[in-house]
């Protein structure tokens, strides 16, 4: 038994606050507010602490939580252990600051919600519980667990809190996790009953093979990659993610874009790429062909949207689609890359989901052909909604032009992959269509003829202006100083490549 318990302080706090929002009878409105942010701003001090104290120098997992939970024998070949087991390495450890950090943003957005709040607070705080135990579980069962948890909030959230078609959303969302789901635990239970083991501890470090395998290792890979190319997506899996974005709360939005895709990207280096590196090294041109695919489709598609939010919602089928790229590219700079990407996108597109949704909170419009001149009365929203955008078209100084350039540098140089050269060159014509669309987004929004209707609308007050300032703070540090995120980065990354030999 190992009990640090700071991980478990990070995942269960935010539990607990649902539990209690949910069902302590006779809470006002205001109350359940600030019950929220409190229970959601302790996990963020835990995960600054959490990261401030994690060891650069070492690799491995660190604050490890291990507890006996499930031990049951079927017969004499079959004994299922299952630990409550949780750790973060140098790959995790930011992805659960940046969905704490996440988790509390959501709150400060949700401030001027009052619809069934009792409700609306409950269910973003098990959303942001449940993604943070993915990130940290390191047995298999867990991570199905908390995989599938996060599905019941997100549900909720979209088809009560959403708008336009949500219904509609809402059960494709819950339909195409499912599916992913299914194909999870298929995955999940061939490698149990191939190794003998739920920990991807010691299957990533003993490998395949300790106990007869029930099936080829590439089938288990793909029956593990397709749930979380669901997640990421990645073509042709990605048409759920325009529709839960466009018709989800503000809220939904920020956590789905900023930290939920993200666990595609996770799940693919700490599952599919640690336990099966050979597997991944065969099938990486394939992968790697529809990463760049993703990125020119979805930049595409990006083009042609006349609703801000959907719009946003098809740049980020774009922006994952650098993750896949640099994940199978297969070196050290390709996955560092990756792991940066993953974090610049969850504050740049959180970012510009908070924006459109307050401007549209604000505006009472979304369709970019009736928008315009809009930096008149919304020059703070104006200036932060620019940095944003041109942050996610990898303007230098910003996160975005950091994860980018290392994913793009990581990827040329692969000597794992054939041809990795062609599909970086391929993948570089995204940044000249984001920069198409971004700037059209912008100037369409707040520049132009000014309209006269619009001569009415508010800015944005304080509350609004400390969770948007936040972000750009964050934004702009990780762009003029990479290091901090990059170094421990490669400390997750760095036993990963070993396996690979990349």
Not at 183 to 189: D, N, V, Y
């Amino acid at each position: 038994m190992e009990f640090s318990g700071i991980l478990t302080a990070i995942v269960f706090v935010p539990m607990v606050g649902a539990v209690l929002v949910a069902f302590i009878p006779g809470l006002s409105d205001r109350l359940i507010r600030w019950l929220s942010a409190i229970f959601t701003l302790v996990p963020l001090g835990f995960a600054v602490a959490m990261f401030s104290l994690f060891d650069r120098t070492l690799e491995g997992f660190q604050f490890v939580d291990k507890v006996g939970w499930i031990d049951a024998a079927f017969n004499a070949n079959h004994h299922l252990v299952a630990n409550y087991h949780l750790g973060v390495d140098g790959l995790s450890a930011p992805l659960v600051l940046l969905t704490a950090f996440l988790g509390f943003m959501v709150i400060l957005i949700s401030w001027k919600v009052h619809v069934r709040v009792r409700e609306y607070f409950a269910w973003l705080l098990l959303l942001e519980a449940s993604i943070l135990g993915v990130f940290c579980s390191l047995d298999l069962l867990l991570f199905f667990v908390f995989w599938e948890i996060e599905v019941i909030p997100m549900y909720f959230l979209i088809s009560i809190w959403g708008t336009g078609r949500k219904e509609y959303s809402s059960i494709k969302y819950v339909l195409y996790t499912l599916f992913g789901s299914a194909f999870m635990l298929a995955g999940i239970l061939s490698l149990y009953f191939t190794t003998g083991s739920l920990s991807m501890v010691d299957i990533s470090e003993g490998g395949l093979g300790m106990v007869q395998s029930i099936m080829p290792a590439a089938s288990i890979f793909w029956l593990l990659i397709i749930a979380f190319a669901v997640k990421l997506p990645v073509f042709p899996l990605h048409t759920w993610l325009p529709d839960a974005h466009t018709d989800a709360p503000t809220a939904g939005s920020v956590m789905l874009a900023g930290a939920l895709i993200k666990m595609g990207g996770y799940g693919m280096i700490r599952v599919c790429v640690s336990i099966f590196p050979d597997v991944a090294r065969s099938f990486a041109p394939m992968l790697m062909t529809l990463a760049v695919i993703s990125i020119l489709y979805g930049a595409a598609l990006t083009l042609r949207q006349t609703d801000l939010k959907r719009m946003i919602a098809y740049s980020s089928v774009s922006h994952m689609g650098y993750v896949l790229l640099g994940i199978f590219a297969l070196n050290e700079i390709s996955l560092t890359g990756a792991g940066l990407q993953m974090l610049s996108h969850g504050l740049l597109t959180g970012l510009l989901f908070a924006m459109a949704g307050l401007m549209i909170h604000n505006v009472k419009e979304r369709d970019l052909r009736k928008l315009g001149g809009l930096a008149r009365q919304m020059s703070v929203i104006a200036i932060v909604f620019s940095i944003a955008g041109l942050g996610s078209l990898g303007l230098p100084l910003t996160s975005g032009f950091a994860a980018e350039f290392i994913t793009f540098i990581g990827s040329f140089s692969s000597k794992v992959v054939g041809g990795a050269e062609v599909f970086t060159i391929l993948a570089v014509l995204g940044v000249v269509l984001a920069a198409g669309y971004i700037l059209w987004m912008i100037q369409r929004t707040f520049y132009g003829p000014v309209l006269e209707q619009y001569n009415g609308v508010k800015d944005a007050d304080n509350l609004e202006k400390v969770y948007m300032f936040a972000f750009v703070i964050l934004i702009m540090i990780i762009g003029i100083y990479p290091a901090i995120m990059t170094d421990i980065i490669r400390l997750g990354i760095s036993p990963i490549v070993a396996l690979i030999g990349g």
